[in-house]
Every structure is written in structure tokens, then in C-alpha cells.
T-cell receptor, first 113, second 113 residues
């Protein structure tokens, strides 16, 4: 059974710092890995999707990497801003594809002004 | 496009009552999913559908039922509500599993007392 772990569970840093969120998964038979952002009381917003054949994806100040063989992904946030405060969720999609995503518990991020 | 919509936003049920959580999408997506999120946890898959008339169980289907009579709608039925079903329920859809990201609705917060 696929398990997804995110470290750290919570993180608080001053504005302007670069930071890294970590995600690991136990079964490397995945189609893709996805990073989502969740604001309090809201739904999930997709940030980045990395296909299993890719090594990284970038969107603005966000960069996500994938090492499928070691079962690891990192989300790098450059020049953090208070508006980046949210919970970040990592999820993997199994090679069977249709049966949904397996999520980690998330990293709760606070950017101090 | 409205994307993925869910109703109601909030609901309180008494033990043993039943209700239907509504989900609709206007993106003509074939794949639709129901997840639940308990406090401090990642999302867990309840049921999914790969097209109208086709549904299948996810990781935590007990106590729930679904139907998919149209491409747009994917209601989730709770029969005989129990306190363990207190959670936030998210509906999601995607155009092509394994390739495209999932688009999430805003969620329904359900409390069973």
C-alpha cells in the first residue's frame, strides 16, 4: 500500500527566506506526483504536477523535483512571502491511474512578516 | 466555467440520519472523485468514477454510496450517519487520469452528532 510522508509537519520562517518542503513515498510505481496548496477552510489548489518521466517542474517562485527511484520529492519556495502561508500537500498517482491520489498529511507553513 | 461545485458547504446531522452531498463539474471531465479529510490528516479516497455509469470503491468506502448518471454530477450518499463520518468532504475531477491534475471543489464540512 502506498504511503506518503511529508516533513516537516509545520514550519515557520521569516519573510524572504528560501525554503524546502519534503515528501517521500513508498511505492515508486507512480504516474505522477502533485503538489497542492490548501488555505484554511478552502479546497485544494494545484501548484505543480511532475510526471514520472520528469525530474522537475517550475512555476514562478516554486520548483518541485522528483527522484522516483528513491521515492522523494522536494518543493522549493524562493523568496517566501506572507501570502505563501498555507498547508502544502503532496500526492502521488499510482500507475493504475484511475483510482485517485494518495496524499501526505501536509506541511503547515507560516511566513512571518 | 464554475469548475467543481459542491453543496451544501456545511451540514450538521444527527446519528442515523441520511443525506446526499452534491458535486457537479462543468469541464466535461470523465474522471471524478470523492475524498474525505479528517483534522490534521491528508485526504483519503472514498469513491471514484471513470465515466457516466461507472463507479468504484476507494480506500474508505464503508458507509457511503455513489452514483454517476451524467458526466457532470457525482453525488455522495451517506446512509445512517455515524460520528466517525464527521469530516470535510472534497469532490474532484480531471480530464485524464495520470496526465492532468485534479480540480477540487470547495468542500462540504459535515458534523454528525
Amino acid at each position: 500500500k502506498q504511503e506518503v510522508t511529508q516533513i516537516p509537519a509545520a514550519l515557520s520562517v521569516p519573510e524572504g527566506e528560501n525554503l524546502v518542503l519534503n515528501c517521500s513515498f513508498t511505492d515508486s510505481a507512480i504516474y505522477n506526483l502533485q503538489w497542492f496548496r490548501q488555505d484554511p477552510g478552502k479546497g485544494l489548489t494545484s501548484l505543480l504536477l511532475i510526471q514520472s518521466s520528469q525530474r522537475e517542474q517550475t512555476s514562478g517562485r516554486l520548483n518541485a523535483s522528483l527522484d522516483k527511484s528513491s521515492g522523494r520529492s522536494t518543493l522549493y519556495i524562493a523568496a517566501s512571502q506572507p501570502g505563501d502561508s498555507a498547508t502544502y500537500l503532496c500526492a502521488v498517482e499510482a500507475e493504475s491511474g484511475a483510482d485517485g491520489l494518495t496524499f501526505g498529511k501536509g506541511t503547515h507553513l507560516i511566513i512571518q512578516p | 466555467n464554475a469548475g467543481v461545485t459542491q453543496t451544501p458547504k456545511f451540514r450538521i446531522l444527527k446519528i442515523g440520519q441520511s443525506m446526499t452531498l452534491q458535486c457537479a463539474q462543468d469541464m466535461n471531465h470523465n474522471y471524478m472523485y470523492w475524498y474525505r479529510q479528517d483534522p490534521g490528516m491528508g485526504l483519503k479516497l472514498i469513491y471514484y468514477s471513470v465515466g457516466a455509469g461507472i463507479t468504484d470503491k476507494g480506500e474508505v468506502p464503508n458507509g457511503y454510496n455513489v452514483s454517476r448518471s451524467t458526466t457532470e454530477d457525482f453525488p455522495l450518499r451517506l446512509e445512517l450517519a455515524a460520528p466517525s463520518q464527521t469530516s470535510v468532504y472534497f469532490c474532484a475531477s480531471t480530464s485524464l487520469a495520470g496526465v492532468d491534475t485534479q480540480y477540487f471543489g470547495p468542500g462540504t464540512r459535515l458534523t454528525v452528532l
